[in-house]
């Protein structure tokens, strides 16, 4: 038994990331996640090429943002690059403060990568103001 996931979306990927960053939890994305998920940002060298690794690097991170009471706000949106349309536009402390863009693929029914870029900018996304999970807007 379990949840059926064989027909998750990037949207719906994306939709279960944005609820971790507004709820700061990250129990329900860790349960999509494949094994060998991997992670990359254009703000950072290294990417994170297993599922493990990622949860090692999230759950502190999003401790972090409790903690700095620096809201993050990821709202779903469009914005046509590297073989995606969906995207999440990240901004942080304020929602017209846009930090980048995050594009996740889907295998198999599991999340398989997220990748959060710069390029392209998130100032060229299609806005959508729908923010998933986010309690008070």
């Not at 990359?40 to 994170?48: A, E, H, N, Y």
């Not at 599991?110 to 900018?121: D, F, G």
Request: glycine residues 6%; proline residues 4%.
């Amino acid at each position: 038994m379990g949840k059926e996931t064989s027909q998750l979306t990037e949207k719906e990927a994306l939709s279960i990331y944005a609820r971790m960053l507004h709820t700061l939890d990250s129990s329900e994305f860790e349960w999509y996640l494949s094994e060998d998920f991997s992670y990359s940002s254009q703000k950072v060298l290294t990417d994170m090429n297993s599922r493990d690794e990622f949860i090692e690097y999230i759950r502190p991170k999003l401790d972090t943002i409790k903690k700095s009471k620096s809201n993050v706000y990821a709202e779903l949106g469009v914005c046509p690059a590297y073989g995606h349309t969906d995207c999440l536009i990240m901004a942080q402390g304020d929602k017209s403060n846009l930090l980048g863009v995050a594009y996740a693929s889907v295998d198999k029914g599991k999340i398989s990568a997220l990748a959060l870029c710069i390029v392209p900018t998130p100032d060229s996304a299609k806005r959508s103001g729908i923010y998933p999970g986010l309690q008070s807007n």
